[in-house]
């Protein structure tokens, strides 16, 4: 049973992890295996960074390993010990564990307390909420350059927080599902191109740029689909991606961004300010009309239009794989 259970989930409990997430997000009772992951990689990185190129390259290569490797076997852990209850009790951990590699919700709320303040004229509220959408210097932001941000944020965190954890649970069930979320925390925290991360963080940079691979692309159709619903721009929306993606820095995070840029009508990209330094940035789409804050509403609803395709593609997927098995 904890076989089955911890390497290919039901589809029912896939849509289950997801309603608890659009209900509950992540309340602050939860003990949330994405902060025991982060805890495990500050411990690690206290122990392990030298400050020397060489070195910091294979011993950041070792906690990138161990804290891989620690997540999956303690999510198989979980299930085992879960599974030792009863069939009913290791289907409920499965849940849960699929819950937590979800942020849905979050990834929304985020995005609407951005989109309340714009809609009420204050510019410093906005600017407070920013720093959980972006890392970038909320202050260096004017209005547009608000929408612009907390767009180009709900487009990578719809990869990263719902349409890739979908699909690793769809792949490889909570045991997969939570590699990929150690492999995301490990790059969001040392996967940086700055000098303290260059090295140390280089195997989790690259390791995520793999594991984002196809869930990147993905995410850019399902977007591209989003639009058509929306407003009819899925063909824009495409267009965008194969004329703009790549010259994204990273070799990911442009395909839903420039996607949801031609969906919308509007330029994302452009100088970002990060730590008192400017980072320019290739544009992504054409600007047809200034961004607006009712932009960041539509960006919203295709999230949502967006991960109802991706968990139709994945009913898709799994019926035609026990049509070909029979």
Sequence with gaps: MVNSIAFHIPTSLIFGALALDWLLGDPPW???????????ILAGERRLRAGDPSSD???????????????AFATYLVLLTCAQGGAL???????AIAWTTLSLKGLDAAAAQVERALDLGDL???????????GRDPQALDREGLVRATVESVAENA???????????????????????AINTLDSMIGHRDERYLYFGRCAAR????????????????????GGLWNGRAGAALSTVLADARRHPSPNAGYPEAALAGALGIQLGGPAVYDG????????GVAERPAAAQDIRAARAMLYIATAFCLGAVVIARWALLVLAR
């Design 124 to 134: 410093e509220a906005a600017r407070r909420v920013m720093p959980a959408l972006v």
């Design 30 to 40: 939860l003990p949330h295996p994405v902060r025991w992951i982060g805890a495990a």
């Design 277 to 284: 330094e400017t980072e320019n940035r290739p544009r992504l």
């Design 89 to 95: 009790l290791a289907r409920v951990a499965a849940l």
């Design 207 to 226: 390791l995520d740029d793999l594991a984002n691979y196809l869930p990147a692309r993905l995410t850019a159709l399902c977007l591209a689909g989003a």
């Design 159 to 181: 990869s990263d927080g719902v349409i890739a954890p979908l699909f690793y649970l769809a792949l490889g069930g909570p045991v997969a599902a939570m590699v990929y979320k």
């Design 57 to 71: 390259l294979r011993r950041g290569g070792m906690l990138t390993a161990a804290v891989v490797m620690g997540a």
